[in-house]
């Protein structure tokens, strides 16, 4: 029964982003705070009356309990005072539809707290400090955001011209490596061509002398016959 009739915290929708925000910045979300009485605050008769207080005779309106001693002429009348205060205050407590007029408010002043006649003034809320910072930090978050995309666009435009500096090396690196590959066809033709040249000119050599060394054998045994 505890679990079914206590009221649960509702969170804000958009993920609970708000939430978590209020929550950070200390905002209360439970509905409004009860507040001690201030000096701003105007009251009428009858909510003096059921706060406690009672008007002397310089219509200055003090707690029951700090009334001072009046003289002794006039403790009668202040006593039938007092007794009339607390049978209006008796009455007061009763539900009524009527309302009390407005020339019935009237001003009074106690200790710490000083009220005025009239109409209640409204009360700044409690919350308008922090609602007031929280605009400050998302004011804060918007400069942010757009500091952060500036430096992000920077990046993006850094980062593409770097991989424009990339491709450009690239490109010549590949014609430079195509021209090495080139001289390096060229060279590799070169030799070969060298290497089979060196080859018939070794074998025309090795041709001679050998031609040369049959002749020469050929008159040294005709040589040696003729000597015989």
Do not use: C
Not at 88 to 105: F, L
Not at 137 to 156: A, F, P, Y
């Amino acid at each position: 029964m505890k679990a079914a009739t206590e009221k649960k915290k509702q969170g804000l929708p958009y993920g609970m982003f708000f939430t978590h925000m209020f929550h950070a910045l200390e905002v209360d979300m439970t509905g409004e705070v009860r507040e001690k009485p201030k000096e701003s605050k105007e009251y009428n008769k009858k909510t003096l009356r059921l706060m406690g207080f009672m008007q002397n005779e310089d219509g200055e309106w003090v707690k029951k309990g700090v009334v001072t001693p009046q003289k002794g002429g006039e403790g009668g009348l202040d006593s039938k005072e007092e007794n009339d205060d607390e049978e209006a205050t008796e009455t007061d407590r009763i539900p009524t539809t009527t309302r009390t007029p407005m020339g019935e408010h009237t001003s009074i002043s106690f200790p710490s707290l000083q009220l005025g006649s009239s109409s209640r003034m409204p009360a700044p809320s409690p919350h308008e400090p922090r609602l007031n910072s929280l605009e400050a930090s998302m004011d804060e978050i918007k400069e942010e955001q757009k500091r952060l995309g500036k430096t992000m666009e920077d990046m993006v435009t850094s980062m593409k011209t770097g991989f424009d500096d990339i491709k450009k090396l690239l490109t010549a690196h590949t014609e430079r490596f195509g021209t090495l590959d080139k001289d390096m066809r060229a060279l590799k033709h070169q030799v070969n061509n060298n290497i089979h040249v060196a080859s018939n000119v070794i074998q025309d050599i090795v041709n001679e002398f050998k031609a040369t060394s049959a002749e020469l054998q050929t008159f040294v045994q005709k040589s040696a016959e003729d000597v015989v």
